[in-house]
């Protein structure tokens, strides 16, 4: 079993900056790559940002620029840092991880169980 957790959501002012956190643990044989989605009311879930574990990373346009995914490889972590945060940023981000897990062959993709940002005067 892989487990994800999440942490660090909560509400902002505009302009503001929080940063995500989210763990990996369980049966882990490699991480392959792990990631920030995020899902608006009445919207879609759509790519955030997301980082392979040879360190190249990718972004949505809506958020180059003012957000940065890293991760601590040691920990399976993967952080994001959000800054000059916009209203429409607000949704429930979640986290996702590519795992091997120690007794499969295949890659399969975790997700976390979500946490909400809130960006509101």
């Known amino acids: 079993q892989v487990q994800l957790v999440e942490s660090g959501g909560g509400l902002v002012q505009p302009g503001g900056s929080l940063r995500l956190s989210c763990a990996a643990s369980g049966s882990i044989f490699r991480v392959n790559g792990m990631g920030w989605y995020r899902q608006a009311p009445g919207k879609q879930r759509e790519l955030v940002a997301d980082?392979?574990?040879?360190?190249?990373?990718n972004y949505a346009d809506s958020v180059k620029g003012r957000f940065t995914i890293s991760t601590d490889d040691a920990k399976n972590t993967v952080y994001l840092q959000m800054n000059s945060l916009k209203p429409e940023d607000t949704a429930v981000y979640y986290c996702s991880a590519d795992v091997r897990p120690t007794d499969r062959r295949y890659v399969y993709r975790y997700w976390g169980q979500g946490t909400q940002v809130t960006v509101s005067s």
């Open positions: 980082i392979r574990s040879g360190g190249s990373t």
